[in-house]
């Protein structure tokens, strides 16, 4: 990765995480993940889009056997009383009794994944752990338990390796940061 800006939508950004630092990162992950799945079958419910390249990283290292499924997540304002509500999107598996592993690109204030989580708890799996590429921890607004963190960074808008702005980016193989 070289060091120069590179612009997107007419907004500047400069290298911030290359992709053998990502490699490196989200090999140690999986590593962690794999060991403590020893023996068991989890399901990967990899959020889309934003995770796809996390998630292809990941699981090719992910050692043993395992299901993945895709979703997407919508959220909207529900009624005053109901809040917000979310629909899970494409998944058609029963997940009653398995062990989920979310797929998340990032978790930045968290109400992502505190509304998926009781969304998904509710159909009754038998354990739901959250996979993260990015989290951070200075925007984070929910109690929420991250057991895998490939990598925390500063509260500044990241584009890249999956992540975009505003639809571009996705697929640049470095991680950039907002100047
Ligand atoms: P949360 O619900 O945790 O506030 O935010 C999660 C979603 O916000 C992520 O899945 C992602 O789509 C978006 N997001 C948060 N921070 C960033 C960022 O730095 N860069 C990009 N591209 N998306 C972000």
Redesign the pocket.
Known sequence: MGNSHITIHNKAFRPYLSAAHLDEAVARLATRISADYAGRRPLFVVVLT?GFMFASDLLKRYIGECEIVFIRVASYEGTASSGVVQEVLGLREDVQGRDLIII??????????HHLLPTLQAKGPASVEIATLFFKPESLKHQLDLRYVALEIPND???GYG???DGLGRNLPDVYVAV
Do not use: P, R, W
Not at 107 to 113: K, N, Q, S
């Open positions: 934003g998340e690109d990032i978790v930045d204030t968290g109400t992502t994944m808008f990241v584009v992540l975009d702005y």
